[in-house]
């Protein structure tokens, strides 16, 4: 339900394996084999294994971030963990995660806590305005855009605040967003302003005015804001006109205030009548001068042709396949898009009875019949015929088209490649019985699996799917999609490439200048990294400068299903303290 899903909607593109979506809320639910449901976090709703729910350690104990500490409420599903920093440290990634069914904290990001000088937090007020990007943090170089509120103007030339590698902001001083010299936007007739700056306004009409000239906005020009300004003129409908409309607007003024309108009718003559499609005969001038509903159109009616010879009566068709409705006679008129269904009889006798020949429906499409209309033939009582236009058979050794069957006799048929006999058939009361059918395989086999991955299916019938997903850390290869079609699954796209999970690996992240990359091995060894060497899922980096060089930005990275998380490479500076040292040294060596 709609309520289901406001309160624990299942996110799109979840890097999870989310279980069967099902409806919360005491609501009754599609749950099998005793699984409840329950909000599992970003996939929503879901039936999952009451041992999961109740499990008391179903999420591990995670390392702290350097220069910080994690406090946690349990390690249950749905238990959550905080971060907290030392003094002097600022947190970068989310401030708590939460244990679900997987059992693994979500959101799975990498958290750090890191020096407040290395980085730049957004602690300027500046009223009368706002700003962007907003993030947690900023790193050296990066800047931030300051936008004023309508009606105010910057009191600089460069709306741009820099990071600095010290964590200050430049310029130094606090920018101001001042009033504009042009002042508030004038007020317009009939309008409301719906955004304005320092240099321009733009307004919107009120309901029943529209725009004259299309001109919604004026700009502040040399301290004033300019004369020609938007216009808000009353909405009007000019006399509605629709191209093959063939018929007439009772109202005959050529132009229609807002909210008045006019009956519609079609023309008829003694040999045409004409229906409105869809059948709307009054239309009104809306508040933006649109007529609505849309104007429709007159279609010709169909006059019900003589019945033909053997045939008995007509039966109206909902345009829902169903048939229904009292028999029709000759010389009635069939609305356009209807369609009609011939029913076949004659007189009763020993010797013939009778077969309508195809099509056995027409359609009236604007005054005209199509297929021209059915007839009926007679055929032998008592005895069948072996037809000769049934789909996708093929008669066997012993049989022939047209052949005559005696009351009891059967005749021996197959299928193309593709199609399985559905029946056996036996001329019944001049009847086959039941007629030869030839329908489209089912697959027998189960849809192979893949190696890392997993397959979901429903049943194996032709046209039925199974789709392919994989584990964290690896991705489909080709197309995720394999379909069962006349008896054999294969894929519509590329019949000659098997469906496989390959890993998912991360490339080389670049190069540190003046510093090094090393490859963690579960914690205890470490390699360096070599150039152009991608790496797999998990994996994790870890990040050193050279001597006489400081690390500014993260200390490590972790690929996490072919990304580096976080992204950003660290830069190595040069450690001032440590080559002033080094200087003073060389000074006192050579005196």
Request: positive net charge.
């Amino acid at each position: 339900s709609n309520q289901t899903e406001n309160v624990c909607p299942r996110q799109k593109n979840v890097h999870r394996n989310c279980q069967r979506s099902c409806q919360g809320l005491n609501q009754n639910t599609n749950c099998r084999h005793q699984k409840i449901c329950i909000c599992d976090h970003n996939c929503g709703f879901s039936c999952l294994s009451r041992t999961i729910v109740t499990e008391r350690y179903l999420c591990p104990i995670i390392n702290n971030p350097p220069h910080g500490r994690i406090h946690y409420d349990g390690h249950s599903f749905y238990s959550r963990l905080v971060y907290e920093c030392n003094s002097g440290y600022t947190l970068l990634g989310p401030k708590e995660r939460i244990c679900v069914s997987d059992g693994f904290w979500e959101p799975v990001v990498d958290v750090y806590c890191i020096r407040k000088d290395e980085v730049c937090i957004m602690d300027i007020s500046i009223t009368n305005s706002d700003y962007t990007p907003k993030q947690q943090v900023y790193y050296p170089d990066q800047q931030i855009r300051i936008e004023c509120n309508p009606g105010y103007e910057l009191d600089r030339l460069s709306p741009a605040l820099t990071c600095l590698k010290n964590g200050t902001w430049s310029p130094i001083e606090t920018p101001r967003c001042l009033k504009s010299p042009c002042g508030e936007p004038p007020s317009i007739p009939n309008a409301y302003l719906v955004n304005a700056t320092s240099t321009y306004a733009q307004y919107a009409c009120f309901e029943r005015y529209v725009l004259k000239d299309s001109l919604s906005q004026i700009e502040c020009k040399q301290g004033r804001w300019q004369n020609i300004r938007p216009q808000c003129i009353e909405a009007m409908c000019r006399h509605p006109t629709v191209d093959g409309f063939n018929g007439y607007v009772l109202n005959l003024r050529s132009i229609f205030p807002s909210g008045e309108g006019t009956g519609l009718t079609c023309n008829s003559t003694h040999s045409m009548h004409y229906d409105l499609i869809p059948m709307i005969d009054y239309i009104v001038c809306d508040n933006q001068g649109i007529w609505k509903p849309m104007l429709p159109k007159c279609y010709a009616k169909c006059r019900l042709p003589d019945l033909g010879k053997n045939i008995i009566g007509y039966y109206i068709d909902d345009n829902t396949n169903d048939w229904y409705g009292k028999e029709l006679q000759p010389g009635a008129y069939i609305r356009h898009g209807y369609s009609i269904k011939y029913l076949c009889q004659c007189q009763s006798t020993s010797v013939y009875n009778c077969s309508l020949v195809q099509p056995a429906f027409v359609q009236c499409i604007d005054g005209e019949w199509t297929n021209g209309g059915p007839h009926c033939r007679e055929r032998i009582s008592g005895k069948c015929r072996i037809p000769f236009d049934t789909p996708y058979v093929l008669l066997n050794n012993n049989a022939s088209i047209n052949t005559i069957l005696n009351e009891g006799e059967s005749f021996d048929y197959g299928c193309i490649d593709g199609y399985a006999r559905m029946t056996n058939v036996t001329c019944t009361q001049g009847n086959l019985t039941p007629k030869p059918l030839c329908e489209p395989k089912n697959c027998t086999t189960h849809p192979y699996w893949i190696k890392n991955g997993y397959v979901k299916y429903h049943n194996r019938r032709h046209g039925g799917h199974a789709e392919y997903s994989c584990r964290n850390g690896y991705k489909l290869s080709n197309q995720r999609i394999l379909r069962c079609l006349f008896g054999k699954w294969e894929s519509p796209y590329d019949r000659d490439n098997l469906v496989q999970c390959v890993a998912d690996i991360c490339l080389h992240p670049g190069v540190i200048r003046n510093g090094k990359t090393f490859v963690v091995n579960y914690g205890t060894s470490r390699y360096i990294l070599s150039i152009n060497v991608s790496l797999s899922h998990g994996a994790s980096l870890q990040f050193e400068c050279d001597p006489g060089f400081m690390l500014v930005g993260n200390r490590g990275s972790t690929c996490f299903s072919g990304k580096w998380r976080p992204e950003q490479l660290p830069i190595c500076n040069e450690d001032r303290h440590v080559s002033l040292q080094h200087t003073l040294h060389q000074f006192v060596s050579k005196g």
